[in-house]
């Protein structure tokens, strides 16, 4: 028996199991200490209540024979992709309902999906980079080009001709740097991904939080069709980060290598995954209703207001930051020169914040930090005042 060697070139740790450890360390030592956590973008406002009432209604059915489900249809139930299609039309794109699988989430299907690619693709990530396109790839075998993320092109990487890959994966508005990218922008990385025959796996897990006038998601540009799959997720979006439901997007004509990537992935899926449950998938249906959409967006803005607050934090100290506009991420660059982990630890142990270092993003995360907007506002104000009193 022998296993998978690649594991061994992942890190050690995934990045938030590291942060969540160093944090439990530090409590245990300290539990005198009230630590405010804006460290992992996990959500803290309670699901919509209709959202709740739906999953209420959907539990309830399978307490009777007549109403009763079992396994659900491998893409999704149709009402529920009728449901996203239709929030698709809403900002201007055009989704046909049988071009979504309903999922478990992002994460999921953006480190599943490269069971339908060969393994000698090249894949390119932007850097700093969400890590599970980068650990999903190296536990594959895959070859991994980075293009550099920085402050020189405000942390939106764009393609270079030069290099040639297969896979790309993009993220926008991006994790960890809330910067988002333009259509033109986008469009330039479609336009290379037409012209290397290379597929763009475009991860829209934050398009909710657009204020401006950018692309909420890839398929509103020109071309993008012929070579793009996105994942979206409602845990960010709807607070699903427990509850668990996102979607991927496959246009029917999309082709590769003689194969249409929709069938692929619809094999892969039959075989792998059973499903979302039912009282979930009609949580998820809930969200895209009118009231749905009302109530989730009230959380979005206390999201929202949470970062403005944070970014006007860092105004005032005169700290580079991206991000908090269209994001609920801000991306700082650490005072003083400090490393992204020596800040980590000034933070927590001289503030009790809890942030993530930057440098667990990647190469050019060096010497940044990541804070989320995700806590509740008591804690965010809390935790800013105590940064702005460390800092000055
Ligand atoms: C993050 O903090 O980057 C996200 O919560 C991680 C995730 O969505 O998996």
């Not at 339908?116 to 075998?141: H, K, S």
């Not at 330039?188 to 950018?214: C, H, M, P």
Request: net charge negative; with cysteine; charged share 20%.
């Amino acid at each position: 028996m022998k296993i998978n060697k690649n594991f061994d070139n992942l890190v050690p740790n995934y990045l938030f199991a590291d942060v969540a450890k160093k944090t439990a360390d530090y409590a245990a030592a300290n539990p005198d200490k009230k630590i405010i956590r804006l460290g992992i973008g996990d959500v803290t406002l309670p699901l919509a209540p209709v959202v709740v009432e739906a999953m209420k209604r959907g539990a309830e059915n399978l307490a009777h024979k007549e109403s009763f489900k079992g396994y659900p249809d491998y893409e999704g139930y149709a009402f529920v992709r009728e449901a996203i299609s239709g929030y698709y039309k809403s900002f201007g794109v055009t989704v046909s309902a049988d071009e979504i699988f309903v999922s478990d989430g992002a994460k999921s299907d953006c480190g599943n999906i490269g069971d339908i690619f060969a393994q000698d693709n090249t894949v390119l990530v932007t850097d700093p980079v969400y890590p599970v396109y980068v650990d999903a790839n190296i536990m594959a075998g895959r070859k991994i080009v980075y293009a550099a993320s920085n402050r020189g092109n405000g942390f939106a990487a764009m393609p270079d001709d030069s290099v040639k890959v297969d896979i790309i994966y993009l993220c926008s508005p991006n994790n960890p740097t809330g910067a988002a990218y333009t259509a033109e922008q986008l469009k330039a990385w479609v336009d290379y991904a037409l012209k290397n025959d290379a597929i763009i796996l475009y991860d829209s897990a934050y398009e909710a939080f657009i204020t401006e006038d950018l692309p909420r998601s890839i398929f509103a540009i020109e071309g993008a069709r012929q070579c793009a799959i996105e994942m979206c997720s409602l845990s960010k979006t709807a607070g699903f980060t427990g509850t668990r439901c996102g979607y991927t997007v496959i246009p029917k004509e999309l082709a590769r290598d003689g194969h249409s990537i929709y069938d692929t992935w619809y094999r892969r899926q039959a075989t792998k995954f059973n499903g979302v449950s039912w009282p979930v998938q009609c949580a998820a249906a809930a969200v895209f209703s009118e009231e749905g959409q009302r109530q989730i967006k009230e959380n979005i803005a206390y999201y929202q207001e949470n970062a403005r607050i944070i970014a006007s934090a860092l105004d005032e100290l005169g700290i580079y930051y991206t991000g908090g506009k269209n994001s609920p991420y801000i991306w700082l660059q650490c005072p003083n020169g400090m490393g992204s982990w020596e800040f980590f630890d000034f933070l927590l142990e001289n503030a009790n914040v809890v942030g993530t270092p930057g440098e667990g993003f990647g190469e050019n995360g060096k010497g940044f930090f990541r804070l989320t907007s995700f806590g509740d506002r008591e804690n965010t104000i809390e935790a800013v005042e105590r940064i702005k009193a460390l800092l000055k």
